[in-house]
T-cell receptor, first 113, second 114 residues
């Protein structure tokens, strides 16, 4: 089955700096890669996603890049703000696996004011 | 759009009792819903896939007789933790698939078994 590795597990950045989270996946058939943000005690919120036919996608301060050959994808947050502090999860899925999402281990991001 | 409602948000029960958790897609129909379990400071672990009108598909290591899933309609899936024990205490969270790929999550249920 699919295996998703996520790094780093914790990330502390100064407000205004950029944050980068990296994930690798094992199943070359995976074709959908969402990112979720989860605040303490709350539900994961979909913040951005990318499909395998696209190399990069941007939404305001958030961007995701995908390298299919290397089987890795990354989340970039620019101009970080304290409200960006949360746990971020990457995930991967493929139609062959019934579109089940496999999640990475999560990255705890702390933005220091 | 794409709102998923989950109830209750928290429940405390005695060991040996059963607890039912409901997951509803409020503004869309979901033929497939997923149930996850999340331990503190850990990732989401898929327990089972709930399919409307058919039996749920359980992940390896998840006891189907322990975690009963019923997906009776296109907007409702329920998870019943039967004969709950303290080790079943966890954060349970459902999700529903929207537009064939995007997954939206319910608010989660914190279960504490005494």
């Amino acid at each position: 089955g699919e295996n998703v590795e996520q790094h780093p597990s914790t990330l502390s950045v100064q407000e205004g700096d950029s944050a980068v989270i990296k994930c690798t996946y094992s199943d070359s058939a995976s074709n959908y890669f969402p990112w979720y943000k989860q605040e303490l005690g709350k539900r994961p919120q979909l913040i951005i996603d990318i499909r395998s036919n696209v190399g990069e996608k941007k939404d305001q301060r958030i961007a995701v890049t995908l390298n299919k050959t290397a089987k890795h994808f990354s989340l970039h947050i620019t101009e970080t703000q304290p409200e960006d502090s949360a746990v971020y999860f990457c995930a991967a899925s493929s139609k062959a696996a019934g579109n089940k999402l496999t999640f990475g281990g999560g990255t705890r991001v702390l933005v220091k004011p | 759009g794409a709102v998923v409602s989950q109830h209750p948000s928290w429940v405390i029960c005695k060991s040996g009792t059963s607890v039912k958790i409901e997951c509803r897609s409020l503004d869309f129909q979901a033929t497939t819903m997923f149930w996850y379990r999340q331990f503190p400071k850990q990732s989401l672990m898929l327990m089972a896939t709930s399919n409307e009108g058919s039996k749920a598909t359980y992940e390896q290591g998840v006891e189907k007789d322990k975690f009963l899933i019923n997906h009776a309609s296109l907007t409702l899936s329920t998870l019943t933790v039967t004969s709950a024990h303290p080790e079943d205490s966890s954060f349970y969270i459902c999700s529903a698939r929207w537009s064939n790929e995007k997954l939206f999550f319910g608010s989660g249920t914190q279960l504490s078994v005494l």
